[in-house]
């Protein structure tokens, strides 16, 4: 096994732990700080993927932004904080058992199409100019011109949307 | 080198434990957050393919980014409506949320 694998190993370890603690733990800002651990370990996935920008994306959205929001929105609704109450709903043993079927059913099809022995590492170095070349495809009319544009409006219209929507009335 | 099964399995296990938590817990804020887990495996998956089968075109970063931006409005409008509903019904438990249940 190479450092490589050892290294990989032990982000998904870490991924995947706090990920089950954001889905079993009764204290929601518990889960909520188990929710940057796990973007945390992403972002490490990111990097030995040699996807830098994305993974500089990843800790500035998500555990900068919506980490943060989260956060907010469990400290303004007081309900939230209590921990007495059940973390589940009434149906948590059949939401288990979809959750299990769906992954060995997504494990198959990974394992079965993209067997490890055809797939053992990347085939081929990623080009030096990375970052150019996607900024260059974001602004190309060839390539995302629009989806980033409509991205752009999406974006507007979420911020509005969550004002519009969260404002009380008469202030 | 790490095999490319090897992350597909990392990423199908993050979206099913996503999947789990928005299929089990009670609290709307915790449905929102194993959204976000779901949507982070969708990424893993986008980078992988990208790393391994075509690294010379950047394509798979390129819908992570969209990917990253949907999710980012996602949260933003999703806690402002919890919000909302927190006020209106002082609850933000899923179950109770239920006057369109005829």
């Known amino acids: 096994m190479t450092i490589q694998q050892v290294v990989f190993i032990l982000i998904s370890l870490i991924t995947i732990i706090s990920a089950i ?27 030995i993927l040699e996807a830098g920008f994305l993974a500089v994306a990843q800790l500035l959205v998500y555990i900068g932004a919506i980490s943060i929001l989260v956060i907010f929105a469990i400290m303004m609704t007081r309900r939230l904080m209590q921990t007495i109450e059940s973390p589940f709903n009434s149906q948590p043993v059949w939401g288990l058992i979809g959750a299990v079927l769906a992954f060995l059913l997504l494990a198959l099809v990974a394992i079965r199409t993209w067997p490890t022995a055809q797939y053992p590492a990347p085939s081929g170095p990623v080009v030096e100019s990375s970052v150019q070349q996607l900024g260059a495809l974001m602004v190309s009319p060839d390539a995302y011109v629009v989806p980033f544009e409509v991205a752009s409006v999406l974006l507007l219209a979420a911020l509005i949307g969550a004002v519009a929507i969260s404002r009380t009335e008469g202030s | 080198m790490v095999p490319l099964s090897w992350y597909l399995i990392v ?5 099913c434990i996503g999947l789990y ?14 959204v976000e887990l779901m949507l982070n495996a969708v990424n893993i998956n986008l980078v992988a393919f990208w790393r391994y089968l075509q690294p010379d075109l950047q394509v798979g970063v390129s819908w992570a980014i969209f990917v990253i931006a949907v999710a980012a409005a996602e949260a933003a409008v999703g806690l402002a409506l919890i919000i909302a509903v927190y006020r209106s019904r002082d609850s933000v438990v899923a179950e109770e949320l239920d006057t369109l249940k005829f």
């Open chain 1, 21 to 47: 603690v954001v889905v079993t733990d009764r204290n929601l800002f518990r889960a909520a700080v188990g929710l940057m651990a796990s973007f945390l370990g992403v972002a490490g996935l990111y990097i």
């Open chain 2, 11 to 15: 990423a199908a296990l993050l979206f």
């Open chain 2, 21 to 34: 938590g928005v299929m089990a817990r009670r609290n709307a804020v915790a449905i929102l957050m194993s």
